[in-house]
C-alpha cells in the first residue's frame, strides 16, 4: 500500500508563493511516479504536474507552466509543489496522488493524499 500525506496549504495573496508537500510510504520506489492535482469549486479535477521518482522528470498543465514547480527529495520521500505569481483562479484543493508507471488522468491514480485547501485572494 501506499500512504500520501499533504501540508502547506493556506491562503495568500495574488501574485504571492505557497509550497505544498507530501509525504509518501511505499513498499517500494520503482517506477513510482507522483503527481498534483487540483478542484476548484463546481469544477472537475485536474492535472497540475507530475514527476517521475527516479530520475525527477516532470510534466506540467499549461495553466502553471513557468510559475508552478514539482520536485523531490529521495532522502525524505517527499514531492513538493512550489507556487509563485499565485493567481485568484489558482484556488481550489490540491491533491498529490502516486501510481506505478506515467499517467495524466486522475483516475488512472490509485493513492491520494487528503487534500489541503489553497486560497489565492485579491
Known amino acids: 500500500q501506499v500512504q500520501l500525506v499533504e501540508s502547506g496549504g493556506g491562503l495568500v495573496q495574488v501574485g504571492g508563493s505557497l509550497r505544498l508537500s507530501c509525504a509518501a510510504s511505499?513498499?517500494?520506489?520503482?517506477?513510482?511516479?507522483m503527481g498534483w492535482f487540483r478542484q476548484a469549486a463546481g469544477k472537475e479535477r485536474e492535472l497540475v504536474g507530475t514527476?517521475?521518482?527516479?530520475?525527477?522528470?516532470?510534466y506540467y498543465a499549461d495553466s502553471v507552466k513557468g510559475r508552478f514547480t514539482v520536485s523531490r527529495d529521495n532522502a525524505k520521500n517527499t514531492v513538493y509543489l512550489q507556487m509563485n505569481s499565485l493567481k485568484p483562479e489558482d484556488t481550489a484543493v490540491y491533491y498529490c496522488?502516486?501510481?506505478?508507471?506515467?499517467?495524466?488522468?486522475?483516475?488512472?491514480?490509485?493513492?491520494w493524499g487528503q487534500g489541503t485547501q489553497v486560497t489565492v485572494s485579491s
Open positions: 511505499a513498499r517500494t520506489f520503482s517506477g513510482f511516479v
Open positions: 514527476i517521475t521518482w527516479r530520475a525527477g522528470i516532470t
Open positions: 496522488a502516486a501510481r506505478y508507471g506515467f499517467a495524466s488522468d486522475f483516475d488512472q491514480y490509485p493513492y
